[in-house]
């Protein structure tokens, strides 16, 4: 085991603040969107430690960086490290601190990093950029190959990232046998002596969907029957109000049994929704992986006041447990009903790994090194990564960016919201974390 890493611990802050302060936000196809000026940065800190480097563009300025560091075994298949360069949107107006201003600044006695993608997943990104760069400074090859990959357009489904690479650029995956990226790692506080480290080992499926309806058109001040913005916001509400029947797939059982276990309660008797509700900041995260989930994003209808349209659009983003896809657009089938055309915008698969092997271990023994009241649990991601497009090729993927956070921070609310912001502690912790993983690997 390799001491604490000390110039990576030391520099990854300043290179999360330099992420931060670059506005990589997507929005979709529009032009605004780029992760260029994010990409050049990434590249030129691999570069500076003489690692070459590939920079990908599948469109004006959706940027994506590949990197390879050499292992001392170079016999065994590559490990990919990989992170999302691009976030959502951010109203500055909402903001305590500007959101692309990189500032840190006190929270509740706590030194924080405030910005868009300070979680979601600059953290990460640096703290891969600030293991690689101290260790081939100092000399300190991994085990094996580690590919490296930091990519664009993961907030939009990764047509011009994720998706698009494992399309048109397999050879950059060639040997990959797992890789490593967001959402897990972080900490929820039992108790003093005892924090729960979440794994993320399977994803929800992403369906996100355009329903329309066609009616009559006509006069708005006549009585009208056939209605199509009547049919589709009726369709809408009742998706929008149904709670889908309660499913508890094998990681979400394994996460609730360690969950009992930690707080004493019997896995056997507990309610699955009380359990989740014992899980305060975190909570709202894993409650969404009991079942499926729809929620109605976007409604489109008509253009005077006084025109009754022919037809009328919404959009709903819907999210099925792994292995499941049928039976979730099943049930929304007959919930929309038959006068409703559905159609996919995106449809992306549910992902579900073991949690075990040599990987997993690694995982729990760098935790514990670091932080010796750390317990390693599997817990499904309620969203969708990058590990997605992987998966196709064959390469299961895990979630672990690793995280010391606070007891009272509210997690799950920073991930796409207002005041986004990060320890710097967890930072320093989580790199220390990434460095001995690596080592055992």
């Not at 990919?80 to 601190?97: E, I, R, T, Y």
């Amino acid at each position: 085991m390799t001491d604490s890493p000390g110039r990576a611990e030391d520099e990854v802050v300043g290179l999360c603040q330099g992420l931060l302060r670059i506005d990589s936000s997507n929005y979709g196809d529009d032009p605004r969107s780029t992760e260029r000026e994010a990409a050049e940065y990434t590249a030129g800190k691999l570069s500076e430690v003489g690692l070459d480097v590939e920079l990908i563009e599948p469109a004006p300025n959706r940027t994506s960086v590949f990197a390879r560091v050499a292992g001392r075994d170079r016999s065994r298949p590559p490990l990919m490290l990989h992170g999302h360069l691009d976030v959502v949107p951010a109203d500055a107006a909402d903001w305590q601190q500007p959101p692309f201003s990189g500032a840190i600044a006190d929270d509740t006695g706590v030194e924080m990093l405030w910005g868009r993608g300070a979680i979601d997943m600059k953290d990460m990104d640096a703290m891969i950029l600030a293991v690689v760069r101290d260790r081939l400074r100092s000399g300190r090859l991994p085990p094996r190959d580690l590919v490296l990959a930091f990519l664009a357009d993961e907030e939009a489904g990764g047509k011009f990232g994720s998706h698009w690479l494992v399309a048109n650029r397999p050879d950059l995956f060639d040997g990959v046998d797992a890789a490593v990226g967001e959402v897990g790692g972080f900490s929820f506080t039992v108790r003093d002596d005892l924090r729960l480290y979440l794994i993320e080992t399977a994803e929800k499926g992403i369906a996100w969907m355009r329903l329309s309806a066609s009616g009559r058109a006509g006069h708005g001040s006549m009585v009208n029957d056939d209605n199509a913005v009547t049919r589709v916001a009726e369709a809408v509400a009742r998706l929008g109000s149904h709670t889908f029947p309660l499913t508890l797939t094998k990681t979400v059982r394994t996460f609730l049994d360690e969950v009992c276990r930690a707080m004493d309660l019997d896995p056997e008797t507990a309610e699955p929704e009380e359990v989740v509700a014992a899980l305060g900041p975190i909570a709202p995260m894993i409650g969404n992986t009991l079942r499926h989930s729809v929620n109605p994003t976007m409604l489109e209808a008509g253009y005077k006041a006084n025109v009754v349209p022919g037809d009328a659009h919404a959009v709903v983003d819907g999210r099925f447990l792994p292995g499941m896809r049928d039976d979730f657009l099943a049930q929304v089938d007959a919930i929309i009903g038959p006068d409703i055309v559905r159609e996919h915008l995106v449809d992306d698969i549910g992902l579900e790994t073991a949690f075990e092997g040599p990987l997993v271990e690694a995982m729990t023994s760098s935790l514990l090194a670091e932080d010796p009241g750390a317990r390693a649990v599997p817990y499904m991601m309620f969203g969708g990564t990058d590990a997605k497009a992987f998966a196709t090729l064959g390469i299961p993927g895990y979630g672990f960016a690793p995280l010391r956070l606070p007891p009272w921070l509210a997690f799950a609310e920073l991930f796409h919201g207002v005041d986004e912001r990060v320890p710097t502690d967890a930072l320093r912790f989580g790199t220390r974390v990434l460095d001995r993983f690596i080592d055992q690997i």
